[in-house]
């Protein structure tokens, strides 16, 4: 089993792109949920995915989106990128919504310039 | 807001040596905490976790109580090892509210052979 996958492992974009992360979640887990991790901070809730719809969403601007797929798998998306969305994007999946279930992928590194 | 505060680091400390990582929340209701360990180069882990007042968490040595009256949930450990270097960081999550969770800053833990 390969666990939570995460690409790419890093990204270097200019500020006003846009761009997409993607998360394949670990075996029979159909649950993901999309983390923002600054440099010397904690890991922030974005939004966590369920059958392909959102279900919960942490404080984050409507310029971060995402998607999940029937396979499970899912994408992250943020528009008009700002140089303050530099960080690491954690990926985690789990079978059932709670927090103790999570397996986190080895993250993104999201660079803006 | 719910909050989580962390003991800053970095924590350096000898091999055998006892550690204590504070961790104090702020929450309306009856949250579950949650201890997670990054290893360097790995995704996060939880390591335990403890869902309500006086319940004990305990996993590789590691143990924290869940303190309702002091609102702490403090990590401890008799006799650290090297292999224990990583970044520890505290969360809790309050399922009958909006079922997010939140993680405090971190604390980087250095344990000299």
């Known amino acids: 089993d390969a666990g939570v996958t995460q690409s790419p492992t890093h990204l270097i974009k200019t500020r006003g792109q846009q761009v997409t992360l993607r998360c394949s979640p670990k075996?029979?887990?159909?649950?993901v949920s999309w983390y923002q991790q600054a440099l010397g901070q904690g890991p922030q809730f974005i939004f966590q995915?369920?059958?392909?719809?959102?279900?919960q969403r942490g404080n984050f601007p409507d310029r971060f989106s995402g998607h999940q797929f029937p396979n499970y798998s899912s994408e992250l998306n943020v528009n008009a990128l700002l140089l303050g969305d530099s960080a690491l994007y954690l990926c985690?999946?789990?079978?059932?919504?709670?927090?103790?279930?999570?397996?986190f992928g080895p993250g993104t590194r999201l660079t803006v310039l | 807001g719910d909050s989580v505060t962390q003991m800053e680091g970095p924590v350096t400390l000898s091999e055998e040596a006892f550690l204590t990582i504070n961790c104090t929340y702020t929450a309306t209701g009856y949250p579950s905490l949650f201890w997670y360990v990054q290893y360097p180069g790995e995704g996060l882990q939880l390591l335990l976790k403890a869902t309500k007042a006086d319940d004990k968490g305990s996993n590789k040595g590691f143990e924290a109580t869940y303190r309702k009256e002091t609102t702490s949930f403090h990590l401890e450990k008799g006799s650290v090892q090297v292999s224990d270097s990583a970044v520890y960081f505290c969360a809790l999550s309050e399922r009958n509210r909006d079922d997010k969770i939140i993680f405090g800053k971190g604390t980087r833990l250095h344990i000299l052979p």
């Open positions: 995915y369920y059958e392909e719809e959102e279900r």
């Open positions: 075996s029979g887990h159909d649950t």
């Open positions: 985690a999946s789990s079978l059932t919504s709670g927090w103790d279930e999570q397996f």
